[in-house]
């Protein structure tokens, strides 16, 4: 089992900055891409940035030269530096990764999702 924990959500004001992480854990042999997606009230879950394994990024154009992702140097865990926030950026943020388990089975695992609410 691999396990994704987020954390850093909350309340911020328009321009203001937040940062997320989200923690893999569990039966993790490798772990080749980690990003985040968001979920707005009523609408579809989206794409926000992606980190992988070899170094490359990758973001929404909604989020390009605002926000920052990065990953710490086992690799397990991923950040989302998230500047100049906007209301429309107010969402459920979710950490994914896909990878291979201990076993050697490829796996696509979600985190339980993190509040962001920017205020005007």
């Known amino acids: 089992q691999v396990q994704l924990v987020e954390s850093g959500g909350g309340l911020v004001q328009a321009g203001g900055s937040l940062s997320l992480s989200c923690a893999a854990s569990g039966t993790i042999l490798r772990l080749n891409v980690m990003g985040w997606y968001r979920q707005a009230p009523g609408k579809q879950r989206e794409f926000v940035a992606v980190s992988f394994s070899g170094g490359s990024t990758n973001y929404a154009d909604s989020v390009k030269g605002r926000f920052i992702i990065s990953r710490d140097s086992a690799g397990n865990t991923v950040y989302l530096q998230m500047n100049s926030l906007k209301p429309e950026d107010t969402a459920v943020y979710f950490c994914?990764?896909?990878?291979?388990?201990?076993?050697?089975?490829?796996?696509?695992?979600w985190g339980q999702g993190t509040q962001v609410t920017v205020s005007s």
């Open positions: 994914n990764a896909d990878g291979v388990d201990w076993t050697g089975r490829p796996g696509s695992y």
